[in-house]
C-alpha cells in the first residue's frame, strides 16, 4: 500500500547513509524526522461489520456522507435524520509500513494532533492509549510496538454521548449547558472535552461526530528531543528587543549537549547543557538588534523573525525546532476612572481601538475547513478593516495556520478557553484532564504575535448569576456551591496558573462579559467588557444602543436571513416564507420570555418592521424582498452601533460583533454565510470599520458631525457637507478644514437639526465626507427619518458593464436617490466589491465584478434592486 512515511522513510534513510559516509557515526545518530502518517484509511460502525473507505482527518458525518451512508446534513432538514450517528462507536484502521533501518532509531513517537474525542489506539492488536479530550495533542512512544513491514493502526472511538451520559449518571446531578440542542436531562457536552457547538448552538445544528480531526505524525529521534520552544520576550525598544529562549527537551539518557538559537537563520546563541534522563528544560537568552515592530492591521506593517533552536550532541544534530515571532509589545489596561475601570489594548505603548468580530468555526465539520477557506475568513476581516477576531469558548482552539494567518495579517486575536453558556463538572479527572488541555494549548499558541489575551470562558458566570441555571437545571444548594466551587477552581486557580507557567505575560479575563477579575462582580458598562444584547434579545433600537458609552462591547448582533443562491442551496421553494416549517426549523435563537414559541424569524421580522415598509407578500419568488430586508436592517443596525462606539472612544475601546460566519447554510447573526458570500452587513460593517469614518448624528436637536481616526498622526482635511432632496438637488453646502486628530474621536461641526433638514425631514438627506489631498474618504449620509418613512421616489438606475483587468467595471448611476442599491448574479459566483450603498443622482457608483461569467452572461445575469422596489 502506497504510504506517505516509506517515500519519507526512504529520505531518512539516505539522510543516515550520506552522514555515515561523511562522519563514520554508526546507527541511532539519524537526526530527528517528523513525517505525516497519510495512508488509506478504513472506517466502520462498529456493531457493523462493513468496512468502508474513510479520509484522515477527518469526521464519521464527512465518511457517512462519502458513502452515501446518510444525506447531506445542511441540507433542509436532514439534520434530524442522521441523530443516530453520535450514539454509535466508530472504528478507523489502517496499515503503515516500517522498514528495518527505521527501527534502528532509538525512539519512535506517533504524534495525534486532534482525536475527536474518546478513542482507544491500538497497534498491531496492542492497546497504546485511551484519549479523553478533543483538544489536547498526545504523543506515544511506539517503538515497542512496530514491526518490521506492514503495521496495523486502530482507532475505537466510544459514542461521545454514551460516555457523556454514564458521566452525568455518575456525577448525580445536571451540570447546566445552556445552547446544547437536547432535553435539559440529557446535556452530556460539559462532561466531554469537545467542541461545545457540535451539540447544536442558537445558530449551528447538532453534529456529534468522531474521527481523527487533525493529522497524525510519526517522530523517530535518538538519544534527545526536542518537545517545545517558548520564546520570552523581555524588553523591548526602537534599538534593541532581549529574548529567553526556553527549550523543553526529553532525552533517553544523560549526556552533554549544545543548544543553539538562531534569529532568521543566523547564530544568535549557543549553550553547553548536560541533560539528565528524562524532561529537561534549557534556558538561553538571544536579543534582535533594532527590530522591526510587529502592528495590528492598519497601523504598520508585520514584521515576523524566525527563530530556531538546534539540539545538537558532539558529532549529530539531534533535533531543532521554529517559531515565527513578531516584536510587539501588547497590555490590556484596566485603569481607574471617573467613569470605573478602562479595557482596552496598548500596542507597541499606542492605545488601539479594536474592531472586530466573534469567530466561530465556518463548518461544522470542521476537518473540512481548507486552507483556501481559513484564508477566506481571515481576508473578509482585514478586508473590513478588523484588528481584531475573538475565538469564542464554544468552539475549538483554532489550528496553527488560522493564528499564522492572524499573524500575517495584523489580527490580534481575543482567545476563549473552550467553554461557553455552561458551568464545569469537578470530579478529579475532570479537572486533571482540562489541566493537560490549558497546558497543552498555551504552549502552542503563546509564541503568536497576534495573541492579545486570553479569556476563561464565554458567558458562564453571567449565566450563572443571571440566567436562573440553578432552577433551570434543578440544583440544590449543596449541588450549586458544588458548581460554584468548581467554577472558582478552574478559572481563578487551575486556568491562571498554567498561564503562569507558560505564557507568563499574557494578560488573563477569566470571563467574558466582565467588569471586574474577581468571579461575583457581573458585568456593567462602567467596567471592563460587555455583550449587549440590549439589541436583539432586548428588542432594543440602534439608538438606543449608542445612547452611552461602554468600555469595550464584545459582542452584540442582528441576525438575517442569508442570500437567495445560498438559500436556494438548501431549500426547496415550498420553505421560501420566514416562517415556513423549514425556516422554524433552521432558526435556533429562541425568545420564549417574549411570548410562546417566539423565536429569531420573529425578530427579524420587528426589526424590518421597525425600519422598513413591508413587501405586499414575501413568500416564494417575493421572499427575496424580505431577505434583503433583513439584510439591510441588521447591516444598518451594525454600522450604527459601530459608529456609536467609535464615536465614543477614548472611553469605548472596542467593539466586535456577533458573529463573523456560518457553520452550515443558516439564518444567523453572520455577516458573511456558510459559503462566504458577503451579506449587506458585511459591506457595512467595512464601512463603519474604515481608518476614518466621518459620523453624522442628531444629538439633542442637533446634529453634530463627528469624525474619528485611528490614524496615529494628525491630517489636515475638509470636511464637507451637502443638504440634498430626492431628486438630487443641492439646497445647501458647506466646507471646513479641519485638522483630524490622530487616535482620537471629536464633534468638528455642529448645527441645529431643523437647520439642516430644512424641516422636511423625510425629503431630505445630508452627504458628508472628507477630503485629503484631492482624495475622497469617510463618506457617509444622514437621514432624519426612519427608512420606513422616507419619501423615496421610483428609480431609474443606468448601468454600464466593461471590462477591466481586475475584472468587470460595473458603473451606476439613478436619476433620484436610490437607497440600498444591490447587486446579485444568480448563475454565476463572483465578488461585488461594493454593494447595497445608497446613490445619490450625480454621483455615479463604480463597482468591480469579479468572478465567474464574461460579459455577456454578466450582463444577463446581473440584477439591480434598490428599497424602492420592495413596495
Ligand atoms: C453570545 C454568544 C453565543 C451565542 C450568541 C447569540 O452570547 O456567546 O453563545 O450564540 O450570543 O445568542
Redesign the pocket.
Known sequence: MYNKFNINFLALLLAGFSFFVSSCSKKNSNPSQLTELKGDWKFRQVKNNEWMPAKVPGTVHGDLLANKKIEDPYYRDNEKRIQWVEKEDWEYKTTFNVEGAQLDNENVDIIFQGLDTYADIYLNDSLISKTDNMFVTYEFPIKKFLKNGNNDLRIYFHSPVNVGMEKLKKNGYLVPAV?EYADTSQRTSVFTRKAPFHYG???GPRIVTSGVWRPIFLKSWNTSKIDGLFVEQKKVDTSLATYSAHVDLTATKAADLTVEVFVDEKPAGKKDVSVTSGKNKVSLDFEIKSPKLWWSKGLGEQPMYKITTRLSSKANVLDTISKSIGVRTIEIVRDADSIGKSFYVKLNGVPVFMKGT?YIPSDNLIPNITPERYQKVIKAATDAHMNMIRV???AVYESDYFYDLCDKNGLLVWQDFMF??SMVPGDTSHLKNIKSEFDDNIKRIRNHPSIALYCGN??NMVAWYGWGLKKMFKLNDQDSTEVLETYKKVFYDILPKSIKENDPHAFYWPTSPGAEYEFDKGANNKSGDV?D?SI??GKASFKDMIKEPKRFVS?Y?LQSFPSMKTIKAFSIEEDWNYKSELFQYKQR?MMPWISKGFNGNDMIMEYVKMYYKLPAVYSGQDFEKFVYLSQLAQGEGLKQIVEGHRKFMPVCMGSLY??LDDCWPTVS?STMDYYYRWKAGHYMIRKAYEEIIAVPLVENGKVNIYVVSDRLKDASMTLNYRVLDMTGKEISKNQLPITVSKNASKIYFAEQEKTLSQGRPKDVYVEVFLTENGKRLGDNILYFAAPKDLNLLKPTIQQTITKSDKGYEIELSSNVLAKNVSLSSEGTEGFFSNNYMDIIPGSPVKITYTGEGNLSSIEKDLKVMSLKDTY
Do not use: L, R
Open positions: 445552547n448552538w442558537d445558530w466573534n469564542w469558548g464554544g461557553a453558556c464565554n458567558e455583550h444584547w436583539w434579545f459582542e448582533g435563537s456577533w458573529q447573526w
